[in-house]
């Protein structure tokens, strides 16, 4: 595709349920970002992956936070035991080069943990 | 830790008019990247300017440029002529070596026509 593809776009989950969220980077880019964005505020960093290796997950809340990229491509978030806190758009970007280059964004999943 | 501050929550700007934005970060760092970046209400961040912090010279995108002054670690956006299309929060955005980026809390500006 032409941009990065997130899905779902919306996901509603009930407090304690786990969710996947996936990510579809840009074809033949090599770094991949997820981040946490709450409302009014600006994108957290989570984690950063370089083709299939987790490079960086300093940004990830808890250990009910789990990311891979088992192919170098495609990458899925997953959370665990859901929280209410855990409610936010959650934004994945990827990027040609290893540093400094722009990053492309995706859409986001908005998740909503009732 | 590297922070980035918008001190700026809201913004507003007349259709055709010029308006800056203000961003200033902390860093000890000598090379890194800055960034603005725009979302709209459909949520995709869309990369408006880049800056890399070895280049003195301010980068420009058509009707967008920036104020690049490293020694007092600021990086403003001045939006020219603006559209109404320009409508969206801004935030700014610095990199590191591993590229990660640290955002501001971000700016909403409004376009009056």
């Known amino acids: 595709g032409a941009g990065v593809s997130q899905s779902p776009r919306y996901k509603v989950a009930k407090r304690g349920q786990d969710v996947a969220l996936r990510c579809d980077p840009i074809s033949g880019h090599v770094s991949l970002f997820w981040y946490q964005q709450a409302l009014g505020q600006g994108p957290e960093f989570l984690t950063y992956f370089q083709n299939e290796a987790q490079l960086d997950k300093s940004g990830l809340p808890s250990d009910r936070f789990f990311a891979e990229r088992p192919e170098g491509s495609v990458s899925t978030l997953k959370i665990q035991r859901t929280q209410q806190e855990d409610s936010a758009v959650y934004l994945c970007?990827?990027?040609?080069?290893?540093?400094?280059?722009?990053?492309?964004f995706g859409d986001g999943t908005r998740l909503s943990i009732l | 830790a590297q922070t980035v501050t918008q001190s700026q929550p809201e913004m507003s700007v007349q259709e055709a008019e010029t308006v800056t934005l203000s961003c200033t970060y902390d860093?000890?760092?000598?090379?890194?990247?800055l960034f603005w970046y725009k979302q709209p209400p459909s949520r995709q961040m869309i990369l408006v300017i880049r800056q890399e912090a070895y280049k003195q010279q301010n980068a420009t995108e058509n009707r967008f440029s920036v104020n690049f002054q490293k020694a007092a670690k600021s990086f403003s956006l001045k939006i020219s002529d603006s559209q109404l299309g320009d409508a969206a929060m801004y935030f700014c955005a610095y990199s590191r070596s591993q590229g990660n980026l640290i955002f501001g809390k971000g700016t909403k500006l409004s376009v009056k026509p």
């Open positions: 970007a990827s990027s040609l080069f290893s540093r400094g280059g722009p990053q492309h």
């Open positions: 860093t000890s760092e000598s090379d890194y990247y």
